[in-house]
């Protein structure tokens, strides 16, 4: 399994954006789907977005639609997850997350089906 790092977070104003880089200790990150997923205090995680590396393939909770847009850099072994638009609803602390996977698709957007997490980066949108 990977070992996963977040960074990039930090205080944004409304209507801002952000770029959130999760980088990966591998050498390839074929096989493998990477998430996104963001916590807030006494709340359950939620996930946002997937990217299945071995086809390319994105995904999305409807709740971001149109605002988050999730990439890779296969030279960097880097996934990011943008962020435009920012609302103060979208302050949360960010986890990207991978499991193993050959198909297509993604996994559902349940933490549980991801094994390997990074610590989070702590997003926070205000004036």
């Known amino acids: 399994q990977l070992q996963l790092q977040e960074s990039g977070g930090g205080l944004v104003q409304p209507g801002g954006s952000l770029k959130l880089p999760c980088a990966a200790s591998s050498l390839t990150l074929d096989y493998y789907a990477i998430g996104w997923f963001r916590q807030a205090p006494g709340k359950e995680r939620e996930g946002v977005s997937c990217i299945n590396n071995n086809d390319g393939s994105t995904y999305y909770a409807d709740s971001v639609k149109g605002r988050f847009a999730i990439s890779r850099d296969n030279a960097k072994n880097t996934v990011y997850l943008q962020i435009d638009s920012q609302k103060p609803e979208d302050t949360d602390v960010y986890y990207c997350?991978?499991?193993?996977?050959?198909?297509?698709?993604?996994?559902?957007?349940?933490?549980?089906?991801?094994?390997?997490w990074g610590q989070g980066t702590q997003v926070t949108v205000s004036s």
């Open positions: 997350a991978s499991e193993v996977w050959f198909g297509g698709s993604c996994p559902e957007f349940m933490p549980d089906l991801f094994r390997s």
